[in-house]
């Protein structure tokens, strides 16, 4: 059963710091893994998406790596913001021909001023 | 081009009660999938729909039903309402019941059983 967990649970930094979230999953048959932002008791938006054979992808001041064979990925946020405070979500397709997401419990980050 | 969306936003419900909550996929998209988010949890997936069948089923109970319409729409039926429904319910759709696609989430229905 593939089973993805997220470390920090809580993360607090000062405004312009970089920070680095990192999840992890069990089963390295995955299709691709997502990062979700959700702010509170909000929908999920889509921030990252790699594909399997992907290293590691970029959008703006996020940066998302992908190491299937240890069965890690990171997303690194550079210069963070206030308005980067939010719960980060990881999630994993599973290899089955089916878009099931099994995701992680988040990292809830606030980033102050 | 709007996304997808969702209603209604909120929902209070007794125990023992059903309930309904619609979903409408993102423009060009044929492909909705259901998840429960429990408070302080990731999502959970409940089931997939494309082409108006139901593709695939996470590990909920029969009292969890669901419908996909011509237009790609899709309904979420919960039967026998408990407290341990309490949760958001998420909906994402894509374009594709395949892998490989991006999938786009709205803005869920938070449902509240007393």
């Known amino acids: 059963k593939q089973e993805v967990t997220q470390i920090p649970a809580a993360l607090s930094v000062p405004e312009g710091e970089n920070l680095v979230l990192n999840c992890s999953f069990t089963?390295?048959?995955?299709?691709?893994l997502q990062w979700f932002r959700q702010d509170p008791g909000k929908g999920l938006t889509s921030l990252l998406l790699?594909?399997?054979?992907?290293r590691e992808q970029t959008s703006g001041r996020l940066n998302a790596s992908l190491d299937k064979s240890s069965g890690r990925s990171t997303l690194y946020i550079a210069a963070s913001q206030p308005g980067d405070s939010a719960t980060y979500l990881c999630?994993?397709?599973?290899?089955?021909?089916?878009?099931?997401?099994?995701f992680g419990t988040g990292t809830r980050l606030l980033v102050s001023p | 081009d709007a996304g997808v969306t969702q209603s209604p936003t909120h929902l209070i419900k007794t125990r023992g009660q059903q309930v309904t909550l619609r979903c409408s996929p993102k423009?060009?998209?044929?492909?909705v999938s259901w998840y429960q988010q429990a408070l302080g949890q990731g999502p959970q997936f409940i089931f997939q729909?494309?082409?108006?069948?139901?593709?695939q089923r996470g590990n909920f109970p029969d009292r969890f039903s669901g419908h996909q319409f011509p237009n790609y729409s899709s309904e979420l039926n919960v039967n026998a309402l408990l407290l341990g429904d309490s949760a958001l319910y998420l909906c994402a759709s894509s374009s594709s019941p395949g892998q490989g696609y991006e999938q786009y989430f709205g803005p869920g229905t938070r449902l509240t059983v007393t």
């Open positions: 790699i594909q399997s054979s992907q």
């Open positions: 089963d390295s048959a995955i299709y691709n």
């Open positions: 729909y494309y082409e108006e069948e139901e593709r």
């Open positions: 999630a994993v397709t599973l290899n089955t021909g089916f878009q099931k997401l099994v």
């Open positions: 423009s060009g998209h044929d492909t």
